[in-house]
Structures are given as structure tokens and as C-alpha cells.
């Protein structure tokens, strides 16, 4: 298979990208912002040309695989955008998450958008930061059933595609979520990250803490990737001492959460691990990155890792496409 092309949503740099695999990188930001803050890629599944960018300033698009893009003029403009999920059954639907928090879906490919009525917090109580909705999934089964993480404000849930929302916050480690994954299987597992450790649901009405603290170095999770294989399927986790912390590495498990291993990344990374991104029509390719600009490439759906000779300053998104 031809090797994918990888793209990074920095900090201050805008958008990058990598035609070989990782092993050399461009900018490629023109028609943006070239010092823009990137904090979401998605791509469309079914089109490698287009992707989506979260900026500072509101939601861009490429239809060229980012020779240029155009900002889409929205509600969102003048918004942090923390959180892009493209529907992977029908690409037109799009959902986006905010800061301060709000999520907003399209119907048209992104030409369109409507703000969805979800109660979120305004503040966080005790912390200095304005909520962001950080992670949103849709379910890989049901494509109506989506999952929104807040940060400092839980999770909430939707089953008829947005138009309606709950909370589903109880037993959580901690309102702070960073990143949420869907496990399929019978029971379906939901699995997120907070600031203190791994949580998982089955029913999604109690979450059950799975005290990760015990056993890795550092319980301060961001990144949460599910991986299928072999039939059963990894649950790969991003960690640190911190945002952005100054050590970090990448867990994984084959059993949610039963037991845990240690990817072997070749070295402690320099931060926390920050996101994960794999592409179903590049089979084996993982990409992983740590907040402070070390990039980390497997072929071999995480059997084995290598780290980039490229670093960047701070990286907060990861796209592949094939």
C-alpha cells in the first residue's frame, strides 16, 4: 500500500504536512492564518483531498489535501475550535466542539451549520479556564448516538444525531474529560480520559474509574484511540506529568483496562502524549504526537513505534489520509 500522508495542527505554526509518511514536513497553511492555532483535523473518509481545521478564528476546509484552504463562514466564526467528527457513513454530517463550549453540526459537507441545543457550562467552578468541548465520537454502529467530552463539564450524550442531549457524568473520575473512544463489542464500552486517570462505561448511566495511577507513571491522560485487531480490538491512552508536562508516554490495552501495557516508544517523550490518529483505509499506520512537538510513526498498528526526526514547537491535532 502507498504510504499515507501525515498531517499536524500546531500551535502557532498553522497546519503541516508530510507526503512521505512523516519523514519530511512543509507547512501547508496557505489561505490561512500562517501562524494560526490548529487544535482539530479531521478528513473525509471517503475523499483524501478534503480536510477540515479548527483555528482560533473558526473552521477552514481544503478540497485540495491542503495546497490551499478557505475559511467557511459560520457561526463559529471568532471561535476556538477544540473538536472536529466526521459521520464515517455519510461525511456530509459534521459535528464541531467549541471553546467556550458549543457544538454545532452540518448536513452539507460543511457549507452549512446549526448551533445544537445542549446545556453546557459556562465557567468551571474553581479553575480559571472557560469549558471546551475537547472530544466528540460517533458511534461506529449507530451513527445517531454521539458523545461529546467537556472540559471541566463531563460528558454528554445524544441518540437522535444531535437534536437532543443528556449528561452522563456519574462516577467519573473527574469532570475534565480529554478524550473519549468507543470500544464495540457486547457490552459496548465507552472509554475516556480526564486529568486523574481512565474511565469506562458500559451502560452509559456509572462510569467506573480504573485507578490507571496504580500502574502507569503519571494519571494525567489526554489522547484515547481505539484499534482494531485480530478480531478484539486496542485501547490505546496518551499520558503525563501534566499539561504540558515535561514526560509522557503512550499505554495501551487489550482488555479494557484489566491490564496495561507500555508502548515502547524508544524514549519517555518530552510532554504528555496529546493525540492519536489512525486512518481505516491506511491499515497499520498509528500517529501519535506529545504536546511539546515530538511526532511518533507505527506501521504495525502499534506493535512498534519510531519517533520522528521533525519536531515541532506544540502540536494539538493529527490527521492521516491515504
Not at 72 to 88: E, R
Not at 93 to 116: E, H, I, R
Request: net charge negative.
Amino acid at each position: 500500500m502507498a504510504t499515507p500522508t501525515f498531517y499536524a495542527g500546531t500551535v502557532g505554526q498553522s497546519v503541516w504536512r508530510s507526503k512521505d509518511g512523516g519523514d519530511s514536513w512543509a507547512r501547508a497553511s496557505t489561505g490561512m492564518f500562517p501562524e494560526a492555532d490548529i487544535r482539530a483535523l479531521a478528513a473525509n473518509p471517503n475523499d483524501s483531498s478534503i480536510l477540515f481545521a479548527g483555528t482560533e478564528a473558526g473552521i477552514f476546509h481544503t478540497k485540495n489535501g491542503g495546497d490551499s484552504w478557505e475559511q467557511i463562514n459560520s457561526p463559529m466564526d471568532g471561535l476556538q475550535i477544540w473538536a472536529i467528527a466526521i459521520n464515517p457513513n455519510n461525511p456530509d454530517v459534521l459535528y464541531v466542539g467549541t471553546c467556550p463550549s458549543a457544538l454545532f453540526k452540518s448536513n452539507d459537507g460543511g457549507d452549512t451549520w446549526k448551533q445544537l441545543d445542549v446545556e453546557l457550562a459556562e465557567e468551571c467552578e474553581g479553575v480559571p479556564i472557560i469549558p471546551r468541548v475537547t472530544s466528540i465520537s460517533i458511534d461506529p454502529e449507530d451513527d445517531q448516538t454521539v458523545y461529546a467530552g467537556i472540559e471541566i463539564d463531563g460528558l454528554r450524550l445524544s441518540t437522535d444525531g444531535g437534536e437532543t442531549w443528556v449528561e452522563r457524568s456519574e462516577g467519573l473520575s473527574s469532570l475534565d474529560i480529554h478524550g473519549l473512544t468507543v470500544v464495540p463489542g457486547a457490552p459496548k464500552a465507552l472509554v475516556a480520559a480526564t486529568n486523574n486517570d481512565v474511565c469506562v462505561t458500559t451502560d452509559l448511566n456509572e462510569w467506573m474509574p480504573l485507578s490507571v495511577g496504580e500502574g502507569f507513571p503519571w494519571p494525567y491522560c489526554r489522547a484515547a484511540m481505539y484499534v482494531p485487531m485480530n478480531g478484539t480490538g486496542r485501547v490505546y491512552i496518551g499520558a503525563g506529568n501534566g499539561p504540558p508536562g515535561d514526560e509522557g508516554g503512550l499505554f495501551y490495552t487489550d482488555n479494557l483496562g484489566k491490564s496495561w501495557e507500555r508502548a515502547d516508544l524508544g524514549l519517555t517523550a518530552n510532554s504528555t502524549i496529546w493525540c492519536l490518529a489512525r486512518q481505516p483505509a491506511a491499515p497499520g499506520w498509528l500517529f501519535a504526537c506529545s504536546v511539546n512537538g515530538q511526532l511518533f510513526r507505527s506501521t504495525d498498528d502499534g506493535a512498534s513505534w519510531s519517533k520522528l526526526a521533525h519536531e515541532f514547537g506544540e502540536v494539538r491535532a493529527l490527521a492521516i489520509v491515504p
